[in-house]
T-cell receptor
Framework: DTAVSQTPKYLVTQMGNDKSIKCEQN?????MYWYKQDSKKFLKIMFS???????INETVPNRFSPKSPDKAHLNLHINSLELGDSAVYFC????????????????FGPGTRLTVL | AQSVTQLGSHVSVSEGALVLLRCNYS??????LFWYVQYPNQGLQLLLK??????LVKGINGFEAEFKKSETSFHLTKPSAHMSDAAEYFC????????????FGAGTRLAVHP
């Protein structure tokens, strides 16, 4: 009955490899997000999708490509992994917040710890 | 640019003591403000939020926070710390409505000792 799930929980890989992290939510939300938490615990948004459409794209290298096959899934593909990509990646979901509407809480997944060697 | 500042990356209190975690924000318009908690090796859980209703907000686990516009602050408090409160706490802001992008502070690690 997990609300937001991510796989894998841990990912260890070599520099230069391509890897994917999957995220699924069963809350019926239209909006999904990816956040990156670095080694100093700093959290920053990377992407946001609303109903499979990209709505937030922060300054993220184009080696990172989110893909949303349907509104319940938002996967993160990373090409040519670098040492600096090592971090914990969190997926989140919420109902969309339309202009002037009340904020809708974001529900976070358990995170995927990526280690690039 | 909108930002969130958490004063003190580490706070240590005794069990039963007052918990005070500080958060200041910069925003040109009234923002939405949040406190999230992250227990070791877990995701983030929403503790409480301010969305322009009452300025004193009560959350889960006995925590509360007060929005003070004049001080641009949203400090988190709990009257009596419990060992289970040991975690990382993040203050976050959404700088304007209809824009669901959370901007996080750097986090404060709360340690509770017997």
């Amino acid at each position: 009955d997990t609300a937001v799930s991510q796989t894998p929980k841990y990912l260890v890989t070599q520099m230069g490899n391509d890897k994917s992290i999957k995220c699924e939510q069963n809350l019926g939300h239209d909006t999904m997000y990816w956040y990156k938490q670095d080694s100093k615990k700093f959290l920053k948004i990377m992407f946001s999708y609303n109903n499979k459409e990209l709505i937030i794209n922060e300054t993220v290298p184009n080696r990172f490509s989110p893909k949303s096959p349907d509104k319940a899934h938002l996967n993160l593909h990373i090409n040519s992994l670098e040492l600096g990509d090592s971090a914990v990646y969190f997926c989140a979901s919420s109902q969309p917040s339309l202009a002037g509407a009340t904020y809708n809480e974001q529900f976070f997944g358990p995170g995927t710890r990526l280690t690039v060697l | 640019a909108q930002s969130v500042t958490q004063l003190g990356s580490h706070v240590s209190v005794s069990e039963g003591a007052l918990v005070l975690l500080r958060c200041n924000y910069s925003s040109s318009v009234p923002p939405y403000l949040f406190w999230y908690v992250q227990y070791p090796n877990q995701g983030l859980q929403l503790l409480l939020k301010y969305t322009s209703a009452a300025t004193l907000v009560k959350g889960i686990n006995g925590f509360e926070a007060e929005f003070k516009k004049s001080e641009t602050s949203f400090h988190l408090t709990k009257p009596s710390a419990h060992m289970s409160d040991a975690a990382e706490y993040f203050c976050a802001v959404i700088p304007r409505r209809g824009y669901n992008k959370l901007i996080f502070g750097a986090g404060t690690r709360l340690a509770v000792h017997p």
